[in-house]
């Protein structure tokens, strides 16, 4: 049963008497529990609504499109609490923070429902079978899942949690149901890497085609590691190392599947020193969101824009200068192609920043977790002419807060200048340098 805090007006739902307030308890005889429930019952031509008000029983009957929505709103979009995390991953990012941040920076989720709804990634340890049975009789997907290893053993000392190792026969029935996953590795250095890690594709080369693809990144290590599990970041060798391992594995599959299966995150290549690949090493770039090809992707859009911004003879009437904020991994990629939008646009002096990331430890250095501390610190008595980009990955998602607890606002107002978040799309980016909107 869930209450429901709104219903819209000239909805469905308002046009049969439903009212903020009253309880819901099923749809044509199907408890509903949270969000999953609540979509996966509503798609059917006809729905009878039991609900409660004040005490009492009522009946509604709505027809309506198969997938049209009735117009009910909740308190929360799960329709419940978030679920929590139950691991002690030696990984773990949040144990990493600071003291002082914001309390929902501290809430570990592990949450299968944002998984379907945000893309989350989940580790299945709060899945019990029931959970399972449920997911596949709605056919939900895709899964995204937090693999880090096949190794039964390995993963119940990587997470700290007794059943990690037995939930990993879930993904034999997601295998057997048909539903799409997607897999990460999170791999530490000395602990599921090397042996490990071949071990691990290998096995997971069986989920294929179901298991679409497997992104390998590396653990995130803050300078706020005090009595936590010792890891230590990759060197470049390793890192080396660690991309020709992957793509031995992956380029067997290909040869075999037609897929690579397996790719390394872009960091991987940063610190080993490496060009980044071409767009064919990602295909259709499906682990773009976790770090995969973000810098291919940028540098490819941002090539298209330059060309066509020759090709149409595009030109700045009068002067213009813009800065950039990224963080010390992409500084060298986004200096380069900032240094070839001003080849072609003479009028165009653009700053690029490298921000060494002192909020949480130098050893981080992608732009997504750049502080706007950090930003206000190392540029307040910098030229940044009209305006400054920032990454918008810098962000909560859908907000204006970098995880220092700083604002877009703020951090604009201390510079005095406008503060722009921008996305990794290489149009984008260019658009913005220029001024265009």
Known sequence: MVKITAV??????????????????????????????????????????????????????????EYDDIGLGFETPLMDNKHSCKNGCIFCFIDQNPEGLRESLYFKDDDSRLSFIHGNYVTLT???????????????????????????????????????????????????????????????????????????????????????????????????????????????????????????????????????????????????GREIPTADYYEDYPQIENGVGMLRSLIDEFGIEEQTLREEGVSLASPRTVSLATGVAAYPTIKAIAEKLERIMPNLQINVYKITNNFFGESITVSGLLTGHDILEQLLDKPLGEGLLIPSNALRHGEDVFLCGMTVGELSASLGVPVTPTGSDGFELAERLLGIE
């Open 126 to 272: 709060n899945m019990s079978d029931s959970d399972v049975a449920r997911i596949i009789k709605m056919r939900m997907s895709p899964i995204n899942i937090s693999i880090h290893t096949t190794n039964p053993d390995l993963r119940v000392k990587m997470m700290k949690n007794k059943r990690s190792g037995e939930v990993l026969r879930y993904l034999s029935d997601f295998k057997r149901a048909g539903l799409s996953m997607c897999g990460q590795i999170v791999l530490c250095r000395g602990v599921n890497d090397g042996e490990e890690l071949l071990a691990t594709m290998r096995d997971l080369t069986a989920y294929f085609p179901e298991l679409s693809s497997v992104s390998v990144v590396p653990a995130g290590l803050t300078k706020f590691r005090d009595k936590l599990y010792p890891l230590t970041d990759f060197s470049g060798s390793e890192a080396r190392e660690v991309i020709d391992l992957i793509d031995s594995v992956a380029e067997e599959h290909k040869k075999k599947y037609g897929s690579r299966l397996f790719f390394a995150a872009d960091e991987f290549y940063l610190k080993a």
């Open 8 to 65: 819209s007006a000239g909805s469905s739902a308002a046009r049969h008497g439903i009212l903020e307030g009253d309880i819901l308890v099923s749809i044509n005889g199907n408890e509903i529990r949270d969000v999953l429930d609540y979509r996966f019952y509503l798609t059917e031509r006809t729905v009878a609504l039991s609900l409660i008000r004040e005490g009492c029983e009522l009946s509604v009957t709505i027809k309506k499109g």
